[in-house]
Nanobody
């Protein structure tokens, strides 16, 4: 059974940092792209960042570019999101997901498996 588990969320002041982790189990995702999405209360789920199968390519939403860094450790079947210079508008539930193929993926329909999410709250 495939399972994605996010961790590392929490409450942080504006300007602070958090590092999210996404641990995959049940199969290897070493040959698949992966990504992070987030959903704030009353809003649709939105793309945050994506990474290709070998970590050689990444893409970010404009709102997080320069502040967030996505990475992966395929040997550990784990993906990360380093979030720096956090803003109150970054407050959301953050979800990790595995793509349907090896490349970058910015759309929800391009993903096959999803985690349950981890809450990130940034206070002003």
């Amino acid at each position: 059974q495939v399972q994605l588990v996010e961790s590392g969320g929490g409450l942080v002041q504006a300007g602070g940092s958090l590092r999210l982790s996404c641990a995959a189990s049940g199969r290897s995702f070493a040959t698949y792209g992966m990504g992070w999405f987030r959903q704030a209360p009353g809003k649709e789920r939105e793309f945050v960042a994506t990474i290709n199968w070998n970590g050689g390519s990444t893409s970010y939403a404009d709102s997080v570019k320069g502040r967030f860094t996505i990475s992966r450790d395929s040997a550990k079947n784990t993906m990360y999101l380093q979030m720096n210079m956090l803003k109150p508008e970054d407050t959301a539930v953050y979800y990790c997901a595995t793509a349907k193929d090896y490349g970058l993926a910015r759309r929800i329909y391009q993903y096959s498996y999803w985690g349950q999410g981890t809450q990130v709250t940034v206070s002003s």
